[in-house]
Nanobody, 119 residues
Framework: QVQIAESGGGLVQAGGSLRLSCAAS????????IGWYRQAPGGQREMVAT???????NYADSVNGRFTISGDNAKNTMSLQMNSLKPEDTAVYYC?????????????WGQGTQVTVSS
């Protein structure tokens, strides 16, 4: 079983920066895609940024140019550098590791970390 640990959320003023970190531990799995997602109050969980197994990154339009995702598949870690934060970035942020499971893939989610941006 994969255990996920997240850290780095908090309260910041608009225009500020935060860095989120996430690490997976447990049995050795092959990691496929990894990424960050967020869910605002009353909203649905949405993709923020992902990295494919081949290293391709993908960002939501709303964060492109402000957020940077990085990951180390060998160490099963990833981070999200968030700059120029806006009040609309306020949400619970979740990291996800997609890992091998039998003949397929399984998503393992972090517990979520609160990011609050004040205006």
């Amino acid at each position: 079983q994969v255990q996920i640990a997240e850290s780095g959320g908090g309260l910041v003023q608009a225009g500020g920066s935060l860095r989120l970190s996430c690490a997976a531990s447990g049995r050795t799995y092959t990691i496929n895609n990894i990424g960050w997602y967020r869910q605002a109050p009353g909203g649905q969980r949405e993709m923020v940024a992902t990295i494919s197994r081949r290293g391709s990154t993908n960002y939501a339009d709303s964060v492109n140019g402000r957020f940077t995702i990085s990951g180390d598949n060998a160490k099963n870690t990833m981070s999200l550098q968030m700059n120029s934060l806006k009040p609309e970035d306020t949400a619970v942020y979740y990291c996800k590791f997609q890992h091998s499971y039998g003949a397929g893939w399984l998503d393992a989610w972090g517990q979520g970390t609160q990011v609050t941006v004040s205006s």
